[in-house]
């Protein structure tokens, strides 16, 4: 398969799908956009549930390699993360439709492939969970409880779908160092 074109259906696609949503996105309309007929465009991809699979997965898979770079070249624990929730709240610049699609459109997924998108999902934050333990046992954060600050740090991040713009008021990565710096120090004047 021509790999740039795999990457423009699946470009075209995850921007539709996030214009008009999932189920209101036809592949008529995808064909339409890519200027190609729809048989051409089912060479590439069996059925819409593939098209929002192949987005998912990729979206995911796009998240965890950036974690494990970032954690396995960078040993201090708040550097990797800050460099984490800048990553993360980067991919909403960078891949913006794509990630808005895996977080709003997921559920659409069929369930074995929703099962496999959010196993993957539970493994991205097992890696925060760990980070964040490390970072307690050596002293550097505060016994605080791990899951509900990774399902903070998850959710800040994520919500970013709903609200961010890339010609908003803030850049991605002034946005990351914010959310950084709520979680290093918290709201209280010290």
């Known amino acids: 398969m021509n790999k740039s074109r795999w990457d423009e259906i699946i470009a ?4 539709l799908f996030r214009e ?6 036809t592949m008529d309309d995808i064909a339409c956009e890519l200027n190609v007929t729809k048989p051409a465009l089912y060479y590439y991809i069996k059925t819409k549930h593939d098209l929002l699979y192949a987005i998912c997965k990729s979206a995911i898979e796009r998240l965890m390699e950036g974690m494990k770079s970032i954690m396995a070249e960078q040993d201090d624990i708040e550097e990797q993360l800050r460099r984490l929730i800048s990553w993360h709240v980067n991919m909403f610049s960078e891949r913006g439709d794509v990630i808005t699609v895996y977080l709003a459109e997921e559920s659409e997924l069929p369930e074995e492939e929703r099962g496999f998108i959010r196993s993957q999902s539970r493994d991205y934050e097992a890696l925060y ?22 399902r903070a740090i998850s959710g800040m991040c994520n919500w970013l779908f709903a609200w961010y713009r890339q010609d908003g ?18 709201c209280i004047s010290r």
Do not use: C
């Open 12 to 15: 075209v696609s995850a921007r």
């Open 20 to 25: 008009k949503g999932y189920r209101a996105t």
């Open 129 to 150: 969970r760990q980070l964040l333990e490390r970072g307690i046992e050596e002293g550097r954060f505060r016994d605080l409880d791990v899951p509900m600050v990774v």
């Open 169 to 186: 008021a803030s850049t991605a990565d002034e946005i990351a160092e914010i959310f950084f710096d709520l979680m290093m120090k918290g």
